[in-house]
């Protein structure tokens, strides 16, 4: 079973400023079957990345995917008010589609 | 545009059975090749896959939960259920339902229901 740990668990950031959200699997998988996906409070999660590195229809393109293997990445490039939130990672294509722990963005 | 909506109880009693429902409207929940999905988050911590029945009327679930779920399509109604037998307060959550195609990753969510397993 695949285990997807993030980090940091959270970061303080200031509007603006860059972050690097990152996404390490416990085992290799193929087809970068990787999403991210933003949270808000009282809000269900929204899709932001899939297949590691394409962004979802509507999302900013201040929003970037990379990696492959076992390591990935999502960087905001400019930070803006509407972007902190709870940032989580999964793996869609093998049972138990596992999420990430998630990693919180939140104002300095 | 597909658009779920999650309905059903708000508490459950220890050891007693979790039903809920999941309205589909924007589509119909015959269309091929959809997983429609149920996902649970506790308050402050992450995200669980529960499972989730294919068209067909196919299921699998999370082999933690494996036991204890049953997803199932209401074809008339155009929705889907999830229930979860002998529920303790573990089982206390935000519950999503969502949906997706095969290969893609979950676009559609509906806004969540909020569950409390207490006596």
Known sequence: EIVL?????????????RATLSCR????FAGNYLAWYQQKPGQPPRLLIY???NRATGVPDRFSGSGS?????????RLEPEDFAVYYCQHYNESPLPFGGG????IK | QVQLQEAG???????QTL??????????????GYHWTWFRQPAGKGLEWIGHVFTSGTTDSNPSLKSRVTISLYTPWNQFSLTLDSVT???TAMYYCATRTGGRPFDYWGQGTLVTVSS
């Open chain 1, 5 to 17: 740990t993030q980090s940091p668990g959270t970061l303080s950031l200031s509007p603006g400023e």
């Open chain 1, 25 to 28: 699997a416990s085992q290799s």
């Open chain 1, 51 to 53: 297949g590691a590195s």
């Open chain 1, 69 to 77: 293997g076992t390591d990935f990445t999502l960087t905001i490039t």
């Open chain 1, 103 to 106: 990693s919180k963005v939140e």
């Open chain 2, 9 to 15: 109880p708000r508490l459950v009693r220890p050891s």
């Open chain 2, 19 to 32: 039903s809920l429902t999941c309205t589909v409207s924007g589509g119909s929940i015959t269309s091929g």
């Open chain 2, 89 to 91: 307060a573990a089982d």
